[in-house]
């Protein structure tokens, strides 16, 4: 039998399950005990109450919320780009085409030297309380290079691994970006696919339109992956609408929307996954979530974390971000950033504390996850839980 443990002594636990607790979306319990066996959550209830386990952890009177969900992230990346943020604070705008600067350092990178940065970040990521963690190819534009970036993602522990070979369209290819296409939508789609769960694609200007979005997520669809979409960040335009009509699991910044653009999420299994450190970053308008929220779209919260628009690994700053900015509620942009981002990625074991759910808790040194949007850029997460196992 796998060894139990039971964390005790919960001021809130904050299950994502409205049939426990309180009964609100968040599912709160308080005076709470969590018991874990093996990877996975056996028990949750009053403290008084729990069952006997092996061992027992003491929460010291702390909030426990679940392990937060980043559904989109570019780790796998070398070289830096301090001198376009210093410039872009300065007063150049962010444009599509910054990605490109990222490319060459990318491509004569190492696989140790790219696997060095993404486990950076990885415990960067672990140590704020994220358990789940999504990223993306996107930096190499070349078969070569970006089924090796997948492998070294593969090889990483990292859950969900993402192909983005239309990021956006490297300078070989500068005057036949339908070429580029091509490519993308066949060889580095044979080449990547085996490596990957989903497929991605930048729609935008200065990046890639309607026609040849539609042609490499149907390609890699055909091919076994599941899409998503970066939608309407820079300006409006198809993004969303080509992401509900392929069933995107996600459609991705969602920052510039028509009403029927918000009509079409509302009706449609795809999920807006808002990323307020981009905005924050590069100084553009934010996403309307109470917007998206009163028309009944689910809403997840996640990072964006990359070298360019979004360079932050922290979910409780979005989260704060996202609160103060975007107007959503606490309780709303906690839920986002745990189920919302499982839900982004069609996953029903992780961003709740139920039996059955893998075991990812983040403790947090305050009595409420509210504490999270109030407190913002204070380092609350005290302990993180991933898969049963301490990890910070």
Aim: net charge negative; hydrophobic share 40%.
């Amino acid at each position: 039998m796998p060894q139990t443990t039971a964390l005790t002594n919960i001021a809130a636990l904050v299950t994502n399950d409205p049939a426990q607790g309180d009964g609100s979306p968040l599912g709160i319990i308080e005076n709470a005990a969590l018991v874990v066996e093996g990877d996975q959550v056996a028990w949750v209830g009053p403290t008084e109450k729990a069952p006997p386990a092996d061992t027992a952890h003491d929460a010291g009177g702390r909030a426990a919320v679940p392990g937060f969900v980043d559904s989109h992230s570019h780790l796998l990346y070398a070289g830096d780009r301090t001198q376009e943020f210093n410039a872009r604070m300065s007063g150049r705008p962010y444009t599509a085409g910054g990605i490109r600067t990222t490319v060459q350092a990318t491509r004569e990178a190492s696989d140790e030297a790219l696997a060095a940065t993404l486990d950076a970040h990885l415990r960067e990521m672990y140590a704020q309380g994220t358990t789940t963690v999504e990223t993306k190819s996107g930096y190499g534009l070349s078969p070569e290079h970006e089924a090796r970036a997948l492998r070294v993602a593969a090889l990483s522990g990292v859950d969900e691994v993402t192909y983005l070979g239309a990021h956006v369209v490297p300078p070989e290819y500068a005057h036949d970006a339908d070429a580029y296409t091509a490519l993308v939508a066949g060889p580095m789609l044979r080449e990547c696919a085996p490596h990957a769960r989903w497929v991605d694609v930048f729609c935008e200007e200065g990046a890639f339109d309607e026609d040849q979005c539609r042609t490499i997520l149907t390609a890699g669809r055909e091919a076994g992956l599941i899409p998503r979409v970066h939608a309407n960040q820079l300006s409006y335009g198809p993004g969303i609408r080509l992401a509900v009509e392929l069933d995107a699991a996600s459609a991705d910044h969602c920052t510039h929307l028509t009403d029927e653009d918000v009509d079409a999420l509302a009706h449609s299994g795809t999920v807006a996954t808002l990323l307020p450190g981009c905005e924050f970053s590069t100084r553009a308008v934010y996403p309307d979530a109470r917007r998206l929220l009163d028309a009944g779209v689910t809403v997840a919260l996640s990072t964006d974390c990359n070298p360019g628009s979004s360079y932050t690994s922290s979910m409780p700053f979005c989260l704060a971000i996202a609160v103060r900015e975007m107007n959503m509620t606490p309780d709303e942009a906690l839920w986002a950033a745990t189920a919302g981002g499982a839900r982004a990625l069609r996953r029903t074991d992780v961003g709740r504390l139920t039996p059955g759910c893998r075991a990812d808790v983040a403790l947090l040194d305050a009595p409420s996850h509210v504490h999270l949007s109030y407190r913002p850029g204070v380092p609350l997460v005290s302990e993180v839980w991933r898969r049963g196992i301490r990890v910070a």
